[in-house]
């Protein structure tokens, strides 16, 4: 008789775990929503380290979940999944898959566009499909965190989890570089997919490791993230108590570095290296940027980041400049 499965279901909040409240409007309802997600499952444990709507996802929230993972025998199952909103799942998603990379069993991420209760909601299909490629992965003795979702074109894609992309504006779909059809997936028994997961460069921040939780104390808000624009001004910055900065970059591996001023990045850079604070450009590749634009921010010190996704670099950066064990 084969061994029963056992999946660790680790809540945290979000759309598919809410009802409409008295006022007609979404709210957290813990309690019907996994009713009804885990009534045809058998051998799920449920865990509540946190219960918020994604949106309001915080760092204090980060470190609460990691220490519970840090604090739970997951060799005791053959899987995890975490119930989270769509808000913010690319970040969390990103955290994950550093940390969880290696455990040796698969995790999934599960979320939802609309609450249960309404007809077009694609929550209690993308549970379903998780648990189901969590037991075809672990007949396969195979691992990894990954992210199924359905899309409005009604297809349901399979992601890595460091490589979701944000929702966009307008949008109720998730994106990814690589990402590829569950049925095509399943039927195609494509493993090749699995195995070519690729990292991020740079070799700043550990990008080919997965992070032990055991190596992880507690993650800061001290890594500012910058993303240009026309208009930008980097004195409304402060860099009080920030450790690093991450600068993302337009997709030429370019921001503006005209000039002295407060409009170009070399006016924070400076900024930085008085203070003693590491500077990231992302996305840009050592050597083989292709605008003189970019040069300064090299010859000042900036260090770069290539491969992945900014959430990966991001989530990488807090890991690296947060407390360690």
Request: glycine content about 8%; proline content about 2%.
């Amino acid at each position: 008789m084969d061994k029963q499965m056992r999946i660790l279901l680790i809540l945290t909040g979000g759309t598919i775990l809410s009802e409409k409240n008295e006022n007609g409007l979404n709210d957290l309802n813990t309690d019907t929503a996994v009713a009804k997600l885990i009534s045809k499952h058998e051998g799920i444990d449920v865990i509540a380290p946190i219960n918020t709507l994604s949106e309001n996802m915080t760092i204090d929230k980060w470190n609460k979940l990691i220490k519970v993972l840090r604090d739970t025998n997951l060799e005791s199952y053959d899987g995890l999944m975490f119930l989270h909103g769509t808000d913010t799942l690319h970040l969390t998603s990103a955290l994950m898959g550093v940390l969880l990379k290696d455990i040796g069993r698969p995790v999934m991420m599960v979320s939802a566009h609309r609450i249960l209760s309404d007809p077009e909601s694609n929550g209690v299909d993308n549970f379903d499909k998780s648990v189901a490629l969590i037991e075809w992965l672990s007949a396969r003795k195979m691992s990894g965190v990954y992210v199924i979702y359905r899309n409005m074109d009604g297809v349901s894609y399979v992601h890595h989890a460091t490589h979701l992309e944000e929702c966009g504006d307008y949008s109720e779909d998730f994106f990814s570089k690589d990402m590829i059809e569950y049925s095509k997936l399943i039927e195609d028994e494509s493993l090749k997919w699995f195995k070519e997961e690729t990292q991020s460069g740079g070799g700043i921040v550990r990008p080919d490791k997965a992070v032990a939780l055991g190596d992880i104390g507690k993650l800061s808000d001290n890594v500012l993230f910058i993303k240009p624009y026309v208009g930008i001004n980097y004195d409304r910055y402060s860099l009080d108590g920030v450790k690093a900065v991450l600068h993302g970059m337009y997709h030429s591996s370019t921001v503006n570095t005209e000039g002295d001023g407060a409009t170009s990045a070399l006016s924070l850079l400076r900024k930085c290296n008085a203070l003693g604070i590491d500077f990231y450009i992302f996305p840009c590749k050592e050597g083989e940027f292709r605008y003189s634009s970019t040069k300064p921010l090299l010859e000042e010190g900036a260090k770069c980041l290539y491969g992945g996704t900014w959430e990966e670099a991001y989530v990488r950066l807090l890991i690296k400049y947060g407390e360690q064990m």
